[in-house]
């Protein structure tokens, strides 16, 4: 079992910045993929940002270029750094993991067994 627990999250003016942390505590999750998606209000979750075994990474077109993951294997931690927020960014954010080969798609939320509690970012305009 893996418990994830999400912080970082808060409001924050368009262009702002805002960094994200997702702990992890169970066992080492150095090996699992973890993803960070979002949910507004009537929507489906978006997947957001994805690092697999720390070298691969991946964004959607909407965040690429604004937004950062990376991962602190000794930490047990993946934050994600986000940068020049739009009011379109607000959102709850979660952050999950599981272990996901190259078989599977590490951005679909439907892959992760664990998952945070969520935080919210609201970023006004």
Request: contains cysteine.
């Amino acid at each position: 079992q893996v418990q994830l627990v999400e912080s970082g999250g808060g409001l924050v003016q368009a262009g702002g910045s805002l960094r994200l942390s997702c702990a992890a505590s169970g066992r080492t999750f150095s090996n699992y993929a973890v993803g960070w998606f979002r949910q507004a209000p009537g929507n489906e979750p978006e997947f957001v940002a994805v690092i697999r075994w720390s070298i691969n990474t991946y964004y959607p077109d909407s965040v690429k270029g604004r937004f950062t993951i990376f991962r602190d294997n000794a930490k047990n931690t993946v934050d994600l750094q986000m940068n020049s927020l739009k009011p379109e960014d607000t959102a709850v954010y979660y952050c999950a993991a599981d272990y996901i080969d190259y078989g599977n798609d590490p951005r679909d939320p439907r892959k992760y067994r664990y998952w945070g509690q969520g935080t919210r970012v609201t970023v006004s305009s």
